[in-house]
């Protein structure tokens, strides 16, 4: 049986999620996927994202096997890296929002994720690029976990990394550090997007007509077949059957 799976573009602090869940979901046989970029707008206050955020969670709490948040890059400069502080401040940080952003994430901070696989299918906020991959494939890092590693999809090795080995970098602009690239930088790197024979990747990037939208990588799209494809006010989203 098919998983029905909504999938909900950055946030960047707006309430738009609400009409697309309201609309587009019974949530009892949809899984609800945010791509994550919570805490990050050039026109809305911290209190009304913090507000937001926390509406979020709330909902992801009462259902968690039917609700996945996504870490997206500017939300990680908020959130608790395995050393106690947070890991880099981006473009739209506020200072304003460190205290209370941080204390929220660190109370909450197993719902919130680097990525979620579903069968062959990653979710992830921006694309896999071939830099990091290469870079990885020949670090001693990879060399000592090869065993672990073997036979295990994707999405294992990227949380395996973010949660045991504290990437601190897990969203930067260096291609050979970083694991995943900001949606703003994928028309610069599109040509260095990681592609898998047996992976299709599904995040959130922009483009020189819309700075928020859902793209897609991978070998054959059909194996992910797109049931509704839409935006509400600012917020694209898709619902597809995994």
């Not at 909900?8 to 009409?19: E, F, H, L, S, T």
């Not at 913090?50 to 959130?79: T, V, W």
């Not at 045991?164 to 602009?173: G, H, L, P, S």
């Not at 995040?203 to 054959?220: A, E, L, V």
Request: glycine content about 6%; overall charge positive; some cysteine.
């Amino acid at each position: 049986m098919k998983q029905r799976v909504l999938v909900i573009g950055n946030i960047y602090g707006r309430k738009d999620w609400k009409q697309i869940i309201e609309k587009e979901t019974g949530r009892g046989n949809t899984l609800c996927l945010f791509l994550g970029n919570y805490l990050a707008s050039v026109d809305i206050s911290s209190g009304e994202m913090l507000r937001n955020l926390r509406e979020i969670i709330e909902f992801a709490y009462a259902d968690p096997f039917s609700c996945k948040l996504l870490l997206g890059r500017h939300d990680m400069q908020y959130f608790p890296s395995r050393h106690g502080n947070a890991y880099y401040a981006t473009t739209m940080h506020r200072r304003l929002l460190d205290k209370e952003a941080k204390e929220l994430f660190r109370k909450w901070e197993g719902f919130f994720e680097p990525c979620f696989q579903l069968d062959s299918t990653l979710f992830t906020n921006g694309p896999i690029t071939n830099s990091w991959m290469r870079t990885f494939k020949t670090s001693r890092k990879y060399k000592k976990y090869e065993r672990d590693y073997a036979g295990k999809p994707l999405g294992f090795i990227l949380q395996d990394q973010f949660e045991k080995q504290n990437i601190a970098f897990v969203y930067n602009d260096r291609q050979n550090s970083s694991p995943l690239l900001s949606c703003a930088n994928d028309c610069r790197t599109r040509d260095d997007c990681f592609r898998m024979y047996s992976i299709e990747q599904i995040y959130s990037s922009s483009d020189d007509k819309s700075y928020n939208h859902i793209s897609f990588s991978g070998s054959d799209l059909k194996t992910v077949p797109i049931v509704v494809s839409g935006v509400e006010e600012n917020t694209p989203y898709i619902i597809l059957e995994v």
